[in-house]
T-cell receptor
Framework: DAKTTQPPSMDCAEGRAANLPCNHS???????VYWYRQIHSQGPQYIIH?????ETNEMASLIITEDRKSSTLILPHATLRDTAVYYC????????????WGAGTKLIIKP | KAGVTQTPRYLIKTRGQQVTLSCSPI?????VSWYQQTPGQGLQFLFE???????NKGNFPGRFSGRQFSNSRSEMNVSTLELGDSALYLC?????????????FGPGTRLTVL
């Protein structure tokens, strides 16, 4: 079973920041939080990952709460091309390379 | 750097046939994982190969198999196809450094079983 809980869908206006929440209340101390997105029928695209600290890259920012039980992915200036299903995944850094996927959040960017 | 490539992109087969899908990882990546995505079950892990050895396996029947070559390219095979095998098959590659190791996905192969 997926270790994360995400809202099934969200809307966001184009040009605004999209904030996607993820609950991972059973996360262990050495487990990373990964975010991927999947645009219709394409392969999942890696966005960002983090362990404890907040992270930022050219695509997004990841905010992880101090207790690590939840996180938020922020797309700072959403465009129509950001419409996709966003997946939050928790995984350990060891040799188990199996990603366990939940249902994700369908993000719709509206003009 | 070129991304993960998968061939073919689309495939139509009939029940009972077998199929072989191919995946070329990002240059330098030695781990290749395979996933199946269906509308009903979502994304599910099939298996992972590293250095030509299967290191991890998901909960799929023995009809699903794979292999990895010395150049890290991987193939997966599905024998005796069933209608339920219709899915998007995704391949992902990674460096497998043992730390936070990111998997990068290919575009997938869309298999339709008639």
């Amino acid at each position: 079973d997926a270790k994360t809980t995400q809202p099934p869908s969200m809307d966001c206006a184009e040009g605004r920041a999209a904030n996607l929440p993820c609950n991972h209340s059973t996360i262990s101390g050495n487990e990373y939080v990964y975010w991927y997105r999947q645009i219709h029928s394409q392969g999942p695209q890696y966005i960002i990952h983090g362990l404890k600290n907040n992270e930022t890259n050219e695509m997004a920012s990841l905010i992880i709460t101090e207790d690590r039980k939840s996180s938020t992915l922020i797309l700072p200036h959403a465009t129509l091309r950001d419409t996709a299903v966003y997946y939050c995944i928790v995984r350990p850094p060891d040799s188990n390379y199996q990603l366990i996927w939940g249902a994700g959040t369908k993000l719709i960017i509206k003009p | 750097k070129a991304g993960v490539t998968q061939t073919p992109r689309y495939l139509i087969k009939t029940r009972g046939q077998q199929v072989t899908l191919s995946c070329s990882p990002i240059s330098g990546h030695r781990s290749v994982s395979w996933y199946q995505q269906t509308p009903g079950q979502g994304l599910q892990f099939l298996f992972e190969y590293f250095s030509e050895t299967q290191r991890n396996k998901g909960n799929f029947p023995g009809r699903f198999s794979g292999r990895q070559f010395s150049n890290s390219r991987s193939e997966m095979n599905v024998s005796t196809l069933e209608l339920g095998d219709s899915a998007l098959y995704l391949c992902a590659s990674s460096l497998r450094t043992g730390s936070a190791d990111t998997q990068y996905f290919g575009p997938g192969t869309r298999l339709t079983v008639l």
